[in-house]
């Protein structure tokens, strides 16, 4: 059975507090802000659980601000799908990072950062016509600049036995971020001295 988000029982706490509670509440954002984050995220990840094994998955995501829900789809058989179809509770984020925020300390190093984390049931959806439409609103997020019919073939019933289309019903939200001034002192952007992965190197060390 789904536990209450709403209410969790915090470590070292006698109360509880709200699930969505954010510790800095000068960085907190407000329902408007989150919807536009959300909108506008390029990826996310899903973390469910499943006996009491925590499990992370990076998805693309669409948000459906009508449904007050989240889209994504995946494979028909795996982990997630199984951790899924074992009920309790997920939690989906999507963030952002910004510059490197330097100090004459090291342990007031800081970082620029948005992001939003939002709580509820992960479910698979069985209905056709929902999946279908889910499906599409991921296509058309992420080509806009594509047509269908014109560009490309849409899914098709036969499709959907090939994919597991996924909701997540928002039960509760945060949003957070922390932004300087553009001329705050010695502020710089990682990616600038980072060694690169194997993946944005191209394979290539």
């Not at 948005?114 to 069985?126: I, P, Q, S």
């Not at 058309?140 to 597991?164: F, G, H, I």
Request: glycine share 8%; aromatic share 10%; with cysteine.
């Amino acid at each position: 059975m789904l536990p209450n988000l709403m209410e969790v029982e915090m470590a070292g706490d006698d109360a509880k507090k709200p699930v969505s509670e954010i510790r800095r509440r000068d960085r907190a954002q407000d329902e408007g802000w989150i919807r536009a984050f959300l909108q506008a995220g390029a990826w996310g990840t899903l973390a469910t659980v499943s006996e009491g094994q925590p499990f992370i998955n990076t998805n693309l995501y669409v948000y459906d601000e009508a449904a007050h829900a989240i889209y994504l789809h995946g494979a028909r058989i795996g982990r997630t799908r199984s951790n899924i179809e074992a009920g309790g509770p997920a939690c989906f984020n999507v963030s952002e990072m910004g510059r490197i925020l330097p100090d004459d300390v090291a342990l007031e190093f800081s970082v620029e950062y948005a992001g939003v984390t939002v709580f509820g049931l992960c479910t698979v959806v069985d209905d056709d016509d929902e999946a279908y439409r889910g499906l599409q609103m991921l296509m058309e997020k992420y080509a806009p600049q594509l047509q269908p019919d014109r560009d490309y073939r849409p899914a098709s019933r036969e499709d959907l036995d090939r994919t597991s289309v996924y909701r997540i019903d928002i039960e509760a939200w945060s949003g957070k971020m922390n932004e300087k001034d553009a001329g705050f002192p010695g502020a710089y952007w990682y990616e600038h001295h980072r060694t690169p992965s194997p993946f944005s190197s191209g394979g290539k060390e």
